[in-house]
């Protein structure tokens, strides 16, 4: 039984935080309990379903396959910096608009996903989102209007210039 | 259609914003002050005899400390049923890889989990029952006295004279794979007794059920018993059973007094929480030479696991499947026998299209075959012996009373929008150029929304069969709206609010619909087989006419006219004939709790209506699937897929080309990926996402073009159910296709690349 812990100071949504952790911890499970993200979900917690996909130094990552201590210094970012229920985002947005979610709780990882991959690729075609989202396992909606949200998402952020 | 958000109005949901935010507030992320966390020990074994149970210092609760708590045992009414009694804990023997049989609590989940290592458990293996050839033979192991669950037979009409004057007889047997629903959320549950209640929140689909189940095992009473449902990642069914983890958490909660969780990992849920389907269909068609259908005699035994299942049973699936299987087509004289039988494997429940979805696939691969004995395109077999629309309502020989069913106005719609001559032309040509196109076909119908006479009459008598609704106006003129069937991804915050809008007249953001709780809420049966937008759609309509009635007579009193001559616009009533003389509908509810002089209206603005349906309204459709088959992979495509449905009248176009696309989903991974895999000793495969495999949006076609025939039905509203035929119709749709690229039979799912080769060459 491990139980070392150890200081770690992370940069969580643009904030610096310092917790103490074991050294056996998860980061998805840090993020949830030792800081109230709970945004962050765990749907395998064997890297595969990509529920937990956070961003680390701007650069997706499965949240359950890192431990806390690795994101030591490091910066990241989870669902909870989009926008908020009064304000999303436009990927956001987007999501609600073409009903690209159902359950949700897949959702905030493919949200992650999605913010890296517009920035790194502004105008996909239809067949890179489809890649893109393939790193994602979703039960409920069947994947289309997700694709179609992506679609209108990567518009919206062209047409506005963020 | 109302624009402002009313039936029928594709709006945004209004439970997405915060669940976009990333607050959602789902099982495991709760947090109550003093919370432990709780962690199962598991059977490593499929069937053997618990020796000992040493905890070595560590306090792990078993069997023996949960002696007076009741066990998981539905009940039924009627023939053939063997029951099964479930202890939370396992009690003596254990029956399947995974069940639960001791319980350890730390003061984290690592903490509970090391410290689950530390137990030790003896056990003196028994003989496994992996299949249903071990279960069958007389002389095999028994996990219970007799491994049979259930038997039902019944018969139509006088199938033997059909069968010996039919000149063409098919025998055929379909065996479809056990599945799981594996919803991305996994069970987590969380059991707190606050000094008044046992609070428990799961994010079950039944709540009323699942109280009265925990009533019943740790003998409370009804209010002292809590279920609330927090937001729920999926649920298809799987979510609609008791489960041991339920119960022993609530036993903990009671015991100890402090809060105790437990979060299900994916391990846990792929081999603990329920499976689904595993079932062989023999089926025997008699027809003409022309194609006709002249009987049907079907046999289904289905592999269910090691117990009967809370409230369900292990009769649902080959039941359900039987009922279905002569489907939207005319036959005279049918008869099946059903047989439910254990073997030391998880046990089977409520997946997704349920019954429908074998009993489909059984028919709709049977119906191909007959196309092809009688030199017939499949659409024309199909449309030889579909019901004819003037025949409804139709009582089939199963039994069922069908309403309505427009399998032939969409099976003409389908092959129109996917013009089925170009694509069987389109077909050929690829054929001369080396490359297997196929197109698949299926039909079906689908009872939705069952009330209380379809679960008395298949004996299923822990599901009560009604739903229920209350409508309270708050003195603001805003309305709160409690429900008995919670939802696990369906939106019902947005299409029940949808419901009272219409009726009351009211913009979508004055309505909100509350979590299910059911010490607030009303009793129910809950959310599963496709019975919201009848069931409870037809309670919600009903509380909110209440309201409207009251709310007349309100607004009548303080305009001083007759309720009869108040009429409704957007948030006002008025006088007919006088749009002057009007109230706003925030007045109104005002009203009702600051009471104006005179005694003219009672206070208060609040109705509360249950609503038990007819035994059942159908649903139909045609599926169309075009796949092609690369036969050095074995690998299948699904290039296009088209769907034509009569699902009633709809609340939200939005929804339901998502709860559509999701079955659909659903269905090409039941057909092509997905298969509970447990080898000859009765030991799970398949226990994490890389051995289970989900569909991905690669294995999407491009597009799924959906139509929308038939009419409204006569339930309240207008609706009929619509969450589960994506998943009924889409196994059978790419199994036919594949049968029609390969042109060879496919009688067993899923077709993975190595099935597909196997198909093209068995000798290899």
């Known amino acids: 039984m491990s139980t070392r812990e150890r200081r770690i100071r992370i940069t969580v949504n643009g904030q610096p935080r310092e917790i103490e952790v074991e050294t056996r911890k998860t980061l998805a499970d840090a993020l949830r309990e030792d800081l109230g993200l709970t945004g962050t979900h765990l749907g395998c917690e064997h890297g595969v379903c990509g529920a937990c996909t956070v961003l680390l130094d701007g650069r997706p990552a499965r949240s359950c396959l890192l431990l806390a201590v690795q994101a030591d210094g490091h910066e990241v970012q989870t669902v909870e910096s989009l926008g908020t229920p009064e304000d999303l985002h436009p990927i956001q947005r987007a999501f609600t608009e073409h009903h690209a979610l159902q359950c949700g709780f897949c959702t905030p990882g493919i949200l992650m996903s999605t913010l890296w991959f517009l920035r790194e690729t502004p105008r996909p075609s239809r067949e890179e989102i489809r890649e893109m989202l393939s790193g994602h396992l979703c039960r409920c909606t069947g994947y289309l209007q997700i694709l179609d949200a992506i679609e209108a998402a990567s518009r919206s952020l062209a047409e506005s210039g963020t | 259609m109302n624009p402002d958000g009313g039936i029928g109005a594709a709006v945004p949901r209004r439970e997405d914003p915060r669940l976009l935010a990333g607050r959602g507030q789902y099982g495991s992320d709760l947090r109550l002050p003093r919370m432990l966390s709780a962690a199962f020990v598991r059977s490593p074994h499929p069937h053997a005899r618990i020796k000992a149970v040493r905890a070595r210092g560590i306090r792990a609760y078993t069997a023996v400390d949960l002696r007076d708590v009741g066990s998981i045992a539905p009940r039924w009414d009627g023939d053939g049923f063997r029951p099964t009694a479930q202890r939370p804990l396992a009690e003596g023997v254990v029956r399947y890889v995974g069940e639960p049989v001791a319980v350890v609590l730390g003061s984290s989940r690592y903490e509970a989990e090391d410290l689950a290592d530390r137990v030790e458990v003896e056990y003196e293996p028994l003989p496994p029952v992996p299949d249903l050839a071990t279960a069958l033979r007389p002389e095999g192991p028994r996990l219970h006295p007799d491994n049979i669950l259930y038997r039902a037979a019944f018969a139509h009409g006088d199938v033997d004279s059909a069968v010996r004057a039919a000149p063409i007889l098919l025998p055929v047997t379909i065996r479809s794979s056990r599945c799981t629903a594996a919803p991305l959320e996994g069970r987590a549950v969380t059991a707190w007794h606050d000094g008044r209640a046992l609070c428990v929140w799961t994010g079950t689909q039944v709540p009323s059920l699942i109280r009265t189940a925990l009533a019943r095992c740790l003998g409370l009473p009804h209010h002292a018993v809590r279920v609330l449902v927090p937001d729920t990642g999926g649920g298809f069914g799987q979510k609609m059973h008791l489960y041991p983890e339920e119960v022993v958490l609530s036993w903990l909660a009671v015991r100890l007094g402090v809060p105790v969780q437990w979060v299900e990992d994916r391990r846990e849920s792929l081999v603990a929480s329920t499976q689904a389907r595993e079932e062989e269909v023999e089926v025997l068609l008699a027809a003409r030479r022309d194609g006709t259908l002249l009987g049907l005699r079907a046999r289904i035994v289905a592999d269910v696991g090691a117990y009967h299942v809370f409230p369900t049973t292990a009769a649902l699936e080959p039941l359900g499947a039987a009922q279905i299987l002569p489907g939207p087509y005319r036959v005279d004289h049918y008869a099946y026998e059903v047989l439910a039988v254990a073997t030391t494997k998880a046990p089977t429940g409520a997946y997704r299209g349920v019954g429908m979805t074998v009993g489909v696939l059984a028919m709709e691969r049977a119906m191909d075959m007959l196309a092809e004995r009688c030199g017939l395109d499949p659409v024309d077999v199909r449309r030889r012996n579909l019901v004819p629309e003037s025949a409804f309502p139709y009582r089939q020989a199963s039994g069922l009373l069908y309403d309505a069913g427009a399998c032939q106005e969409a099976l003409d719609a389908v092959c129109r929008v996917a013009d089925y001559a170009g694509l ?166 005002e009203a009702a709790y600051r009471l104006p002089p005179g005694g003219a209206i009672a206070p208060g603005l609040e109705a509360v209506e249950y609503f038990d349906p007819p035994p059942a309204t159908f649903s139909s459709a045609a599926h169309l699937a075009v796949v092609e088959v690369d036969s050095e992979t074995g690998a299948v495509r699904v290039l296009a897929y088209y769907v034509a449905e009569d699902c009633g009248r709809l609340i939200n176009p939005l929804i339901v080309r998502g709860q559509l696309l999701g079955g659909i989903a659903q269905g090409i991974g039941e057909a092509l990926l997905e298969h509970v895999v447990y080898d000859e000793r009765a030991q799970p495969v398949t226990t994490t996402f890389m051995d289970y495999l989900l569909p991905l949006a690669t294995d999407m076609p491009p597009d799924v073009r959906e139509v929308h025939v038939g009419r409204p039905s006569d339930r309240p509203g207008g609706f009929r159910g619509m969450g589960e035929g994506g998943a009924i119709a889409a196994p059978a749709a790419i199994a036919n296709a594949v049968a029609d690229a390969l042109g060879v039979q496919v009688t067993r799912l899923p077709l993975r690349p190595e099935d597909v080769l196997h198909l093209l060459d068995p000798g290899a």
């Open chain 2, 424 to 589: 069987r032309a389109a077909q050929r040509s690829a054929r001369s150029a080396g490359r297997r196109l196929g197109l698949g076909v299926a039909c079906y119908v689908e009872y939705t929304g069952l009330g209380s006479a379809t679960f008395r009459r298949r004996g299923m008598t822990e599901i009560p069969g009604h739903e229920a609704a209350s409508v309270r106006v708050d003195p603001d003129g805003t309305v709160r709206v409690a429900l008995s069937f919670p939802s696990q991804g369906q939106g019902h915050e947005t299409t029940m609010a949808q419901l009272v809008a219409d009726v009351l007249r009211l913009p979508l953001d004055r309505i909100a619909v509350e979590p299910v709780d059911t010490q607030s809420g009303p009793h129910g049966s809950g959310t599963f087989a496709s019975r919201s937008s009848v069931a409870g759609a037809g309670a919600v309509l009903a509380a909110a006419s209440r309201i409207r009635d009251r709310a007349a007579a309100i607004a009548g009193a303080l305009l001083e006219a007759s309720p009869q001559d108040i009429e409704w616009a957007t948030s006002r009533l008025f006088v007919r004939g006088a749009p002057s003389r009007s109230v706003a509908f925030q007045d109104v509810a």
